[in-house]
Each structure stands twice: as C-alpha cells, then as structure tokens.
C-alpha cells in the first residue's frame, strides 16, 4: 500500500484524497542523483518536469471543485436603493470572474499533454 496511513474510500474507480496524494508525491519529485544529476549540477534537487505539472494540475483542480463553485454570486449584491453602483459592482465582479474563467482555461490547455488518466 503505497500510503500505509490512509484508508482511501473508492467510489466508481476514484478516491479524491488518493488523487490528492499522487499529485503531492510527484510535486515531491526532484533533479538528483535517482536521475543521475551530481550536486554540482544546477538542476540538482530542482522539481522535475513532472513536478512542475502536477503542480498545475492541483491547482487546477483545487480551482475547478473548490474555489470557482465557492464564489460569490455577483447578483447577490443587488441593492435596490442604490443600482448604478450595485450594477457598477456586479459588473467588476462578473468581468474579474471572466478573466479568472479565461486563465484558468488558458493554464488546462497549456498542461492538457501532461494530463493522463
């Protein structure tokens, strides 16, 4: 068992937590001498290709199922006695969203190659 403390619960072949725990092991992962990289190497105990990855990967995924379904709701800001600013408002907000939205979107193309089920 690759994490003799956890007792991972599986529903339909997938386990967040042990997910979780591969993406941390591999962010784990340095240049050294397992790679054949001496300590006077620049690249010694440097993250690996496949640590610099995962480390996207979590954080999108921390974005995907935590963060963005945890947002405010711009409409949730209507305030009747004051609409120009409220809209002024939810206007910012919904724009903020889109950018966030779109580099979020830009980040999972860029990595879409080092994503593998």
């Given at each position: 068992?690759?994490?003799?403390?956890?007792?991972?619960?599986?529903k339909n072949g997938?386990?967040?937590?042990?997910?979780?725990?591969?993406?941390?092991?591999?962010?784990?992962?340095?240049?050294?001498?397992?790679?054949?990289?001496?300590?006077?190497?620049?690249?010694?105990?440097?993250?690996?290709?496949?640590?610099?990855?995962?480390?996207?990967?979590?954080?999108?995924?921390?974005?995907?199922?935590?963060?963005?379904?945890?947002?405010?709701?711009?409409?949730?800001?209507?305030?009747?006695?004051?609409?120009?600013?409220?809209?002024?408002?939810?206007?910012?907000?919904?724009?903020?969203?889109?950018?966030?939205?779109?580099?979020?979107?830009?980040?999972?193309?860029?990595?879409?190659?080092?994503?593998?089920?």
């Amino acid at each position: 068992k690759a994490y003799k403390d956890r007792d991972y619960k599986f529903k339909n072949g997938r386990c967040k937590q042990a997910g979780l725990d591969h993406l941390d092991w591999a962010i784990g992962l340095t240049f050294g001498a397992d790679y054949g990289i001496n300590e006077d190497d620049p690249d010694y105990n440097k993250p690996t290709p496949q640590a610099l990855s995962a480390m996207v990967i979590k954080e999108l995924y921390l974005w995907w199922t935590e963060t963005r379904p945890n947002r405010l709701d711009p409409h949730s800001l209507y305030d009747e006695t004051n609409k120009v600013e409220t809209f002024d408002k939810i206007d910012e907000l919904e724009t903020k969203y889109h950018q966030e939205d779109t580099d979020m979107m830009i980040k999972l193309i860029t990595i879409r190659q080092d994503i593998w089920c």
